[in-house]
């Protein structure tokens, strides 16, 4: 039968015997942990039989009275390495933070994560550059029938719920202001607010942030998943590079369409708010274009055309971005597809308030 598990001192050598094993150690580590001498070495050659609870208990006790360890086989030094290996402090959860400190915390990473958002966006736009001048200057590498794609699914198949969103804004934006100009017995200027905020902002700016959640998305969630189907990696090993395959139609696209929709939708507005002037006001549609004539500069038109192509930049590289950074797994995509969408209209919004402090200080207000 194998022996219980004991130790003895011989001069500064400790000698452990029998089995050191969860069966048979006794009460070992007791004696252990109540032994007070002088130990240089730990000698393990007369045991029978070590497993991870006796290596454990050899291990603490040569590392509390700093002795090396012998005597053991080649498995024997294994686990006792592998003992070692595991013996790490235990990372503390920290203490609980204030509220106060906490929300300062989230907001210092949220700023840190939109500048290095912003910053490979940045980087991604440098790279859509060089593939336009490449094909620029290499005019057969240019993908014709990609870009009309991309015109159909961009401009041609959002008429309709781009002109219906307009149609309805015309008609709450007439509706609203009429309330509020009949008041003072000025309904008639419902005219000039329907003209002028279709023209400059709601109709260009509705339209970006439509287009960002129907295409904007779109891109991401296309190129997303060809990362993880690996057919972009395919289409570098072949020599085709993805920035002009599959980038650059959809900037192109998007850039193109988004002037001749955000006068679309600006036009379509201009006739569901002359519909409502007519019904409510009793404004003739010839007298409301009249008035459209005279009250709404060209300017206004300039303003609108001019911020649209910026839009549509924005809203296609934010798309293609973040979805070329997909990796991983499939959850990935609908992740990257959301911070598109989100960060292609945050993006709109802030750029079409520098164009409006912009445009007023040239004297186009």
């Known amino acids: 039968m194998t022996e219980m598990a004991a130790f003895s001192q ?27 001498g002088k130990v240089a070495h730990v000698d393990l050659s007369g045991i029978d039989r070590i497993d991870t609870v006796g290596a454990w208990i050899v291990h603490r006790f040569a590392a509390q009275h700093d002795a090396d360890i012998q005597g053991l086989d080649a498995d024997g030094e294994h686990l006792l390495q592998q003992v070692a290996n595991a013996d790490q402090p235990v990372a503390m959860r920290p203490a609980a933070v204030g509220s106060f400190t906490r929300v300062v915390g989230e907001l210092g990473d949220a700023v840190v994560s939109s500048g290095h958002t912003l910053y490979g966006l940045l980087g991604f736009f440098g790279a859509t550059l060089i593939a336009f001048w490449n094909v620029a200057t290499h005019p057969k590498r240019f993908r014709f029938n990609a870009v009309v794609q991309r015109f159909e699914v961009v401009g041609v198949t959002a008429l309709g719920i ?4 307009s149609f309805l804004i015309g008609i709450v934006i007439a509706q609203q202001g009429s309330v509020q100009l009949q ?5 008639v200027f419902t005219i000039n ?12 700016l509705m339209t970006a942030i439509m287009v960002a959640g129907r295409s904007g998305s779109a891109f991401a969630a296309q190129l997303g998943t060809m990362k993880l189907t690996e057919e972009i990696d395919a289409m570098r090993t072949i020599g085709v590079s993805p920035m002009e395959a599959l980038v650059l139609p959809r900037v192109i696209a998007s850039v193109v369409m988004m002037p001749l929709l955000g006068m679309y939708a600006s036009i379509i507005a201009i006739v569901g708010g002359g519909l409502l002037c007519w ?4 404004i003739p549609p010839v007298t409301f274009v009249q008035r459209i004539r005279e009250v709404v500069p060209v300017t206004d038109l300039y303003v609108g055309l001019i911020k649209a192509p910026f839009f549509g930049l924005i809203i296609a590289m934010a798309g293609c971005f973040q979805g070329m950074l997909v990796e991983g797994d499939a959850e990935q995509v609908g992740t990257r ?8 209209i945050f993006l709109v919004i802030v750029l079409d308030a520098f164009f409006a402090v912009f445009f007023t200080s040239i004297g186009w207000s």
Do not use: H
């Open 162 to 165: 781009i002109g219906l969103m």
């Open 279 to 282: 019904v409510s006001l009793d």
């Open 10 to 36: 011989d001069s500064d050598t400790v000698r452990f015997s029998g089995s050191l094993s969860l069966a048979r150690i006794g009460d070992l580590p007791e004696r252990l942990r109540a032994f007070d």
């Open 337 to 344: 597809t959301t911070a598109a969408v989100v960060q292609a």
């Open 183 to 187: 008041q003072f017995g000025f309904e």
């Open 193 to 204: 607010l329907v003209g002028r905020i279709t023209l400059r902002e709601l109709g260009v």
